[in-house]
């Protein structure tokens, strides 16, 4: 059973930036596709961003697209969500995800076996 952690969350104002850890306990993490999801209150998760088991194919959502870059350390079990330009409406909990049978990205929810217990970022206008 993989633990998936996450780190970085915070207040920051409009215009700041944060990175995003999501660390893992085992080292099949490196053959899992991984993605960033969040959820605002009283909205449903959305897709933030994916990478595949590689590294070498990633995936983001629109709304993030030139801002936000996931990345991962296979060595260190650990994939990064770097937020720049923050807005006020990327105010969520966000959740890593993991994909037990898939080394591919996904911007589908259903598709991730594996999930952290969510980081809280509060962007202040």
């Known amino acids: 059973q993989v633990q998936l952690v996450e780190s970085g969350g915070g207040l920051v104002q409009a215009g700041g930036s944060l990175r995003l850890s999501c660390a893992a306990s085992?080292?099949?993490?490196?053959?899992?596709?991984m993605g960033w999801f969040r959820q605002a209150p009283g909205k449903e998760r959305e897709f933030v961003a994916a990478i595949s088991a590689s590294g070498y194919s990633t995936r983001y959502a629109d709304s993030v697209k030139g801002r936000f870059t996931i990345s991962r350390d296979n060595g260190k079990n650990t994939v990064y969500l770097q937020m720049n330009s923050l807005k006020p409406e990327d105010t969520a909990v966000y959740y890593c995800?993991?994909?037990?049978?898939?080394?591919?990205?996904?911007?589908?929810?259903?598709?991730?076996?594996?999930w952290g217990q969510g980081t809280q970022v509060t962007v202040s206008s």
């Open positions: 085992e080292r099949t993490f490196s053959s899992y596709g």
């Open positions: 995800a993991g994909r037990s049978m898939s080394r591919l990205f996904s911007p589908t929810s259903s598709d991730y076996d594996y």
